[in-house]
Structures are given as C-alpha cells and as structure tokens.
C-alpha cells in the first residue's frame, strides 16, 4: 500500500471545511489538481506549524498500521513528485527557517521521522520509500544539490535498513535523464549499508530494457505504471514476451470504467504459444478477448 501525503498538491474543495492545503511554505505551486471540476489550479497553502509535525508522522504511522491490520505485506511512502515529503527536502520550494529548513539535514528531517516510525510500527522489513531526485512535477524545482540532498538521505535512513528504495529515473512521466544525476552513486550508498534492500527502477522501461538492468546488477527489480492500467494481465505478457496496449491518456482521471477497467486480456488460450522451455512461439497468432 502507498501512503501519501499531498501537501500544497490540492484545492480547498478537497479539504475538511475547506481550509487551505498545509505545506513547508506558503507560496503556491504552478500546478493542477483534479477536483468534482476536473482539473483546476492548486490552492494556496499555508506553512505547517512546528507544533503540527509530530501529528503528520503519526498520521503516517497510523496509515501504515492500518495497511498492515487491513492485509497488506508492506508499505511504500510517497517521498516523491513533488508531495509534502518533497515539499520539506527541496529548497526550491522549503523556505522555513526553523529546524525543518535551512540545511539538507534539516529538510530531511520529517522525511527521516516518518520513515523511522513508520519502520519502528510495522516492521523495516516492510516498509519502503519512493523517491524523484531530479522530477520537476508539480512545481518541484531543482534542488540546489540534489546529488548531496539525496546522498544524506539515504545515509540518514541507513540504520533503519527499509525493504527497499524505489526511484524515479529522470522526469515522472517523461524523460528518463532530465539533469545530470548520479543514481549509481546512490544505489552504491544504499546498497553498502543494506545489502538485503531491493533497488527498484521505474520510469519509461521496456520489458527488454529491464531484463538488461536487472542482468547488470545495477537493480533488483523494475517498476511499471502506466503500462499495467491498460494491460491488467501485464505480468504474463512480459513474461510471454506479448504485445502491450498503449494507454489511453485521455480517459485518465476519467471517474468511470472506460480507459481503467475495460482494457482487454489475452486470450486465455495464449498459453498454447509457448514452447516447451517457456519461450514464446514465433509462429503464434496472439489473439485477443474483452
């Protein structure tokens, strides 16, 4: 289960008596967010209070509860896109002069706390942080050492040892090398303090491209998004080596079925493609069902 914590990434409408969304700052972000409307322009924030802190990581924390009591193995934190996680990390949006702003270590800090309850709750094992060095969505900004920002995260949050990291490579959504970024160095700083914790890759990778990842040691497993909301049988066309869908953009955010829950499986039949070892038939006709 993912847990989020949007900050500024909102609208009024969507807040309990239409109170302002809370973010490290005040200013607000050039961005949308879709509301009963569709999409509209995010609303002013205001800066949350240095009082209010402990309560959203025990927001966090309680999430993280209530995914475990509910059933689920584990938990990743949203730390990524440009949400409150990365509204407090990135000094081109944390303006704050307490012992949350300022310093990389001090940016860090609620990022570090959350994850640190959240591990001390449910368990390191099961719990797993997504992170976007470099991603400019929702008005994120570059940091002005995002290498050294992310670096100290990571030494930060060694002692806890998560079940893994899962990165964003380049802009969420669009080009996998956006600013120059070093993710081998960050893997190698995870990787030497937690050598157990999965290294998990996502954005813009093709089954051939994560295959060649995966062989060359440099992660341990590769994500897909867009991909599996228009193939619900995504694993086994990856593993039939089977013709994706292409998503439908324009039904995304559409609040029905169609473009979510109407995409088509591969016939089950499909399975007659394969040769005896597992390969997929050359000669094979993939046929297709609603």
Excluded at 5 to 29: C, F
Excluded at 140 to 151: C, I, K, M, Y
Excluded at 190 to 201: H, L, R, S, T
Excluded at 241 to 248: I, M, S, T
Aim: hydrophobic share 40%; aromatic share 8%; glycine share 10%.
């Amino acid at each position: 289960m993912q847990l989020w914590h949007v900050g500024r990434i909102s609208h009024t409408s969507l807040q309990p008596g239409r109170q302002s969304p809370v973010s490290s700052t005040a200013r607000r972000a050039n961005a949308k967010t879709f509301t009963a409307n569709g999409f509209e322009d995010v609303s002013v924030p205001r800066a949350l209070r240095l009082a209010e802190l402990p309560g959203i990581v025990e927001e966090f924390r309680k999430a993280a509860r209530n995914a475990m009591d509910a059933g689920f193995d584990g938990v990743e934190v949203h730390g990524a896109n440009g949400y409150l996680l990365e509204q407090f990390m990135r000094d081109s949006i944390n303006d704050r002069t307490d012992r949350y702003g300022g310093s990389k270590a001090n940016r860090v800090r609620l990022t570090v706390e959350v994850m640190t309850a959240i591990a001390a709750e449910v368990g390191c094992g099961r719990t797993g942080l997504r992170l976007s060095p470099v991603t400019p969505v929702n008005d994120a900004g570059a940091d002005s050492d995002a290498q050294g920002l992310f670096n100290l995260l990571l030494e930060e949050l060694a002692p806890l040892k998560l079940a893994f990291i899962h990165i964003i490579e380049g802009a969420t959504g669009g080009a996998r090398v956006l600013v120059p970024f070093d993710y081998t160095e960050l893997h190698g700083r995870f990787k030497a303090v937690n050598e157990d914790g999965a290294w998990i890759v996502n954005n813009g990778y093709t089954r051939s491209m994560a295959i060649d990842v995966i062989a060359s040691g440099a992660a341990d497993m590769v994500a897909f998004g867009r991909a599996i909301i228009s193939n619900p049988d995504l694993v086994n066309r990856l593993r039939l080596d089977a013709p994706l869908a292409a998503v439908k953009v324009e039904t995304l955010y559409g609040g029905s079925a169609g473009g979510y829950t109407d995409y088509p499986v591969l016939d089950p039949g499909v399975a007659a493609s394969l040769e005896p070892d597992g390969r997929p038939r050359t000669d094979f006709d993939y046929r297709w069902r609603a």
